[in-house]
């Protein structure tokens, strides 16, 4: 039972290039998260999804997009990356709407864009 | 837009107590999460309140008043490995955690 996984781990983009990220679980969770944490302002919700095939805008969607074609997989795309999407990416999933059900988070893609 | 708000940063000796405030104003409330997360790794759970009062787990509590829109989480018997982010986090709605911009807590010998 991995739990959840992202790859890759690091990476480093030029100005305009393109990249995914893939999320993935082995817990049959039915929600998945993207976020993306700055120094000095927390985590902040970049899409999210509520299961297979759905995907639905978080509070700084800009410049990225979103597939679940599985409900294992989230995949995070930047079609073209600029210098402000320098963060640590981290993917989160969830099981159901319990009150008490927590998400539990990826280790996190650490991405630099010159 | 959402509101929550914590100490950038705390410093505690080996053993001691230390107490991390957040308040929040939220469009919903639905619960209040408390996640730990050391330097260059994943967040991790802590604790959950959705009643007012105090919530034990070993050396964690965390207590809620939801009236006061407040907070906080206690730390007893710091150990070196507590040295860590503390995430404040709200459920905003069904599905949807706003979170606060975390407090490091800095252990000493």
């Known amino acids: 039972n991995a739990g959840v996984t992202q790859t890759p781990k690091f990476r480093v983009l030029k100005t305009g290039q393109s990249m995914t990220l893939l999320c993935a679980q082995d817990?049959?969770?039915?929600?998945m998260y993207w976020y993306r944490q700055d120094p000095g302002m927390g985590l902040r919700l970049i899409h999210y999804?509520?299961?297979?095939?759905?995907?639905a805008k978080g509070e700084v969607p800009d410049g990225y997009n979103v597939s679940r074609l599985k409900k294992q997989n989230f995949l995070l795309g930047l079609e073209s990356a600029a210098p402000s999407q320098t963060s640590v990416y981290f993917c989160?999933?969830?099981?159901?709407?319990?009150?008490?059900?927590?998400?539990?988070f990826g280790p996190g893609t650490r991405l630099t864009v010159l | 837009g959402q509101n929550i708000d914590q100490p950038t940063e705390m410093t505690a000796t080996e053993g001691a107590i230390v107490q991390i405030n957040c308040t929040y104003q939220?469009?919903?409330?639905?619960?209040l999460f408390w996640y730990q997360q050391h330097a260059g790794e994943a967040p991790t759970f802590l604790s959950y309140?959705?009643?007012?009062g105090l919530e034990e787990k070993g050396r964690f509590s965390s207590f809620l008043s939801r009236s006061k829109g407040y907070s906080y989480l206690l730390l007893k018997e710091l150990q070196m490995k507590d040295s860590a982010s503390y995430l404040c986090?709200?459920?905003?709605?069904?599905?949807?955690?706003?979170f606060g911009a975390g407090t490091t807590v800095t252990v000493r010998a």
């Open positions: 989160a999933s969830r099981f159901g709407l319990a009150q008490r059900d927590t998400q539990y």
């Open positions: 817990m049959n969770h039915e929600y």
């Open positions: 999804s509520v299961g297979e095939g759905t995907t």
């Open positions: 939220t469009s919903g409330f639905n619960g």
């Open positions: 309140n959705v009643l007012d």
């Open positions: 986090a709200v459920r905003v709605n069904d599905y949807k955690l706003s």
